[in-house]
């Protein structure tokens, strides 16, 4: 018994000084909670870690426009003080539609940068500069681990929250499933909504999106997925009336040391 | 001095007579011509006014004019009589355009005239620039400089090619598309398109050689170009060949270009030639902070920086950048300026390097002067960052959206400068707006009962959408005031959420009612 307690200790200790090594010192406060209790406990630090490179894609057919990934990081952008810069590869981003995610546009610089390495570049340069609220960069091209890591270390050093939203022309593109130095990946998709009244579904109109986010990578964590009501005018999530008071999709898969 | 539509001539002793120096535009077209006898001329125009022309005075002009034009690029010259200079390398991406990093730095120049009569003057400009550059950013540069000239009464010709004879030649006798306007862009690589249908004049030929050219039957430029050289050359002399060479760019063609006065600028000469980029790193530092430190005394701060480099084999070449601020940060000048230098060709070596603030506007005392990089003050200043991707991606690719008050989708936003004051308005929060916008509208097949109901499915791709929901319509009324033809168009808009859940927006030209406002096909304009 004592053994184990020892062991259990001694792997405590080891996990920490992992940890510290891994990543620099995360103090208090360092993270954006999604304000839904249910995707947050699942977090390390209880919420999105602020100073690091995130993924976010679409899922199915909007992984070419990253329509619902756009809103999603919009809406974080739009809980953080400050300015942000947005990188385009073409400029076809509808600013309304930021807008109304909370995401004011007068907080918006939009960099139009063309090619794939010159968003890196320019994502780069943001994430430099300290004072911003956070830097999104629109690629279509690949991210490879030395550019991720780039990236996740300038966010590091400023604490600038920073969004690879990753689009593609092809619905499975292998690229997207290499891996980065991101700190999360995360993937939305549409998921059809629920009639505008429960109790006359006939009813014309169209109810609050509904979005399943799924989190593919995680460091410190697990993967998860949940269906979520999509960002509202404040940036933030919701969770469905109808499903919110039902367990979280599906009890966490175990995840095997092999299959990481 | 009469009024722009009457005949104007400058006139001269010759030394025999009384002649005509130059003509203005109208008095050309009544066919006087410069050299001719002034008596013959006011035989031919009666009533004609006459000025006595003051050389020394017109190329002082000219001086003051290419000192002038210092505003658009870092080198110009005069090009006596009647022309300017300017060396548009790497220029135009501050006026809008793309500035893409070229593989070497061609000799570039541009030229610009003025008539020998200031006022009444007829001015050719002519510019060699970039290869790589958009063609967008130095037409919107030749356009302003023309029409900034127009306003001081001086007509001009512009042009940008990749060499300064081929600027000079289209700027004076016409480009391909030259059909009345006073800008011409030669796209990069087209020099000898350009200059093959133009006389053989505009090779900047003296008299002699021109008409003996003419009279063996060369009249274009595209003849003597397909002709054998080495008669030529046995015939005219080298000056021929040496203006068919510079004019295509195998001889390059360096500019003296002016050093204006009362400038801020600072110099540095080297007693080696220096090759490496670290080396040059090294003065643009040094460079910087003597420049900063003029400016801070005069109380001001740059927006515009030249960085000239003079190469070992008499040559210049230039950098600029633009700040979005007024500055006088040594840290985050010369950061700009080392991310141009790439542009830099130094060839055999740099001799000596001189950086000039053209554009300088009033900056308070005592800004902090922070280490740009995690210095604590430079945080707030969004400036800093703004000027380096204006400087590396060009100025209109570095924007912010604010609202235009149009019910039209794509007139509704538009683009003002990062720093700009922060918009007054909002768009209205309750419409339902795509967060991507197709431009243009993808033309989709769609089924749907008309006049009023949503689609039940549509087509894009090849993809069958079949809708489970839709919201809708939005009819969105043309502009009539922007456009006859929008006086009665209509658009329904829906937004629809297929079997996936996916939403789009989708509209019906037309309100199917009335023909005359749309022809009724359905279109994506956007995906939520």
Request: hydrophobic share 45%.
């Amino acid at each position: 018994m004592e053994q184990i307690l020892t062991t259990a200790a001694r792997l405590a200790a080891l996990k920490a000084s992992i940890a510290r090594i891994g990543q620099p010192a995360r103090t208090a406060g360092t993270t954006l909670p999604f304000g839904v209790a249910a995707v947050d406990a699942r977090l390390p630090g209880g919420g999105l870690a602020l100073g690091a490179l995130h993924e976010v894609g679409g899922g199915g057919a909007d992984i070419e426009h990253g329509a619902a990934a756009a809103l999603l990081i919009a809406g974080i952008l739009a809980r953080r003080p400050g300015p942000v810069l947005w990188l385009l590869e073409r400029p076809d981003l509808f600013a309304p539609a930021l807008d109304a995610a909370g995401l004011r546009a007068d907080r918006v610089i939009y960099a139009e940068a063309g090619k794939p390495a010159a968003v890196l570049q320019g994502m780069e340069e943001g994430l430099r500069h300290p004072g911003l609220a956070g830097v999104a960069g629109e690629l279509s091209g690949r991210l490879t681990l030395t550019a991720s890591r780039r990236l996740q270390l300038a966010a590091e050093s400023s604490g600038t929250l920073c969004f690879a939203l990753r689009r593609s022309r092809r619905h499975d593109d292998p690229m997207l499933a290499e891996p980065t130095a991101a700190v999360t990946r995360w993937r939305v998709a549409a998921l059809p909504s629920p009639p505008v009244l429960a109790h006359a579904p006939q009813t014309p109109g169209l109810a609050r999106p509904r979005w399943r986010l799924d989190l593919l990578r995680c460091r410190g964590g697990e993967p998860a997925s949940w269906i979520m009501e999509a960002t509202d005018a404040t940036g933030h999530l919701g969770l469905p009336a109808d499903l919110a008071d039902r367990p979280a999709a599906a009890p966490p898969e175990r995840r095997r040391a092999a299959a990481g | 001095m009469p009024p722009p539509d009457k005949p104007l001539v400058t006139a001269l002793h010759d030394g025999r007579r009384q002649a005509v120096a130059a003509a203005d535009r109208v008095a050309r077209s009544l066919g006087l011509t410069p050299g001719m006898p002034l008596a013959q001329a006011q035989a031919l125009v009666p009533g004609l006014a006459v000025v006595p022309a003051e050389p020394e005075a017109d190329a002082r002009g000219l001086e003051e004019l290419a000192a002038w034009c210092l505003r658009y690029a870092p080198l110009t010259a005069p090009d006596q009589p009647a022309g300017i200079w300017i060396d548009a390398t790497g220029c135009a991406h501050l006026f809008g355009g793309k500035s893409a990093m070229p593989a070497s730095g061609e000799s570039t120049m541009l030229a610009a005239g003025e008539a020998a009569v200031p006022a009444a003057g007829e001015a050719a400009m002519l510019a060699s620039g970039e290869a790589a550059m958009l063609a967008s950013g130095e037409a919107a540069m030749l356009a302003d400089i023309v029409a900034r000239l127009a306003q001081g009464g001086i007509a001009a010709q512009a042009a940008i090619a990749d060499t300064p004879g081929g600027a000079w030649a289209v700027a004076r006798y016409g480009g391909p598309s030259f059909a009345g306007t006073a800008v011409t862009v030669v796209p990069a690589g087209d020099t000898a398109v350009a200059l093959c249908p133009l006389p053989v004049a505009a090779l900047r030929l003296d008299a002699a050689t021109a008409a003996g050219l003419v009279r063996l039957g060369f009249d274009r430029i595209g003849q003597v170009l397909q002709a054998p050289r080495a008669p030529l050359a046995l015939r005219f002399g080298q000056a021929l060949t040496r203006r068919l060479d510079q004019a295509l760019g195998r001889v390059s063609e360096p500019i003296e270009p002016i050093a204006p006065p009362g400038m801020v600028a600072a110099h540095v000469a080297f007693p080696e030639p220096l090759l490496t980029p670290e080396a040059l790193s090294t003065v643009i530092a040094r460079l910087t902070v003597l420049v900063c430190a003029e400016l801070e005394r005069r109380g001001q701060g740059a927006r515009r920086l030249d960085l000239r480099f003079e190469r070992v084999d008499r040559t210049q070449q230039a950098i600029c950048i633009g700040t979005a601020r007024p500055s006088r940060r040594p840290a985050h000048l010369a950061r700009l300026l080392n991310e141009q230098l790439e542009r830099i060709d130094p060839g055999l070596g740099i001799e000596a390097m001189r950086l000039v603030a053209r554009l300088t506007e009033p900056l308070a005392f005592g800004q902090p002067r922070g280490d740009l990089i995690g210095g604590e003050d430079a945080g707030a200043d969004v400036s800093v960052l703004v000027d380096r991707l204006v400087n590396r991606l060009g100025a209109r690719k570095v924007y912010r959206a604010a609202p235009v008050e149009s019910d039209v989708p794509e007139r509704s936003v538009r683009r003002i400068g990062p720093l700009s004051p922060p918009a007054r308005t909002r768009w209205p929060p309750a419409l339902p707006r795509p967060t991507r916008l197709l431009h243009p509208p993808q033309p989709v097949e769609a089924l749907a009962m008309l006049p009023d109901h949503p689609p039940a499915q549509f087509t894009w791709r090849r993809r069958k959408h079949r809708i489970r929901r839709a919201d809708g319509p939005e009819r969105i009324g043309g502009e009539w005031w922007k456009h006859d033809r929008e006086r009665s168009a209509m658009r329904d808009y829906w937004q629809v959420e297929d079997e996936d859940g996916r939403r789009f927006w989708l509209y019906r030209s037309g309100d199917a009612v009335d023909p005359a406002t749309g022809d009724l096909r359905w279109f994506l304009h956007g995906v939520f």
